[in-house]
C-alpha cells in the first residue's frame, strides 16, 4: 500500500517562502506522475503542480506559475514543493497525490494526509 506524508507546513508572512516535502514509501516516482493538490475551508480542491515519471517536465496552475517549483529525489523517494512569494490566497491545506491532476482532484484516496499553510501578516 502505497503512503504518501507531507510536512514542511507553517504560518508565514506574505512575500516569504516555504518548501513542503512528501515522503512516499512502497512506491517509487518513476512509476506514476505526482502531483500537488491544495484545499482552502469551504472551498473545493485545486490542482497546484504535476510532475510526471522522470521528471522531465513540470505543469502549474495559472495562480502559482512563476511562484511555485515541483521536483522529486526519486533515490530518496521525496516530492518537494518550493513556494516563493507566498500569497494569503494560497492559504489552504497541501495535499501531495498519485496521478495527474485529472486524476488526484476527483480522488481523495490518492492524496496523503496534508499539511496546512498559512500565509498572513
Known amino acids: 500500500e502505497v503512503q504518501l506524508v507531507e510536512t514542511g507546513g507553517g504560518m508565514v508572512q506574505p512575500g516569504g517562502s516555504l518548501r513542503l516535502s512528501c515522503v512516499a514509501s512502497?512506491?517509487?516516482?518513476?512509476?506514476?506522475?505526482m502531483s500537488w493538490v491544495r484545499q482552502a475551508p469551504d472551498k473545493e480542491p485545486e490542482w497546484v503542480a504535476t510532475i510526471p515519471p522522470g521528471g522531465s517536465t513540470t505543469y502549474y496552475s495559472e495562480s502559482v506559475k512563476g511562484r511555485f517549483a515541483i521536483s522529486m529525489d526519486d533515490t530518496k523517494s521525496i516530492l518537494y514543493l518550493q513556494m516563493y512569494d507566498l500569497k494569503p490566497e494560497d492559504t489552504a491545506q497541501y495535499y501531495c497525490?498519485?496521478?495527474?491532476?485529472?486524476?488526484?482532484?476527483?480522488?481523495?484516496?490518492?492524496w496523503g494526509q496534508g499539511t496546512q499553510v498559512t500565509v498572513s501578516s
Open positions: 497525490a498519485r496521478g495527474s491532476r485529472s486524476v488526484v482532484l476527483t480522488t481523495p484516496s490518492s
Open positions: 512502497e512506491f517509487r516516482f518513476s512509476d506514476d506522475f
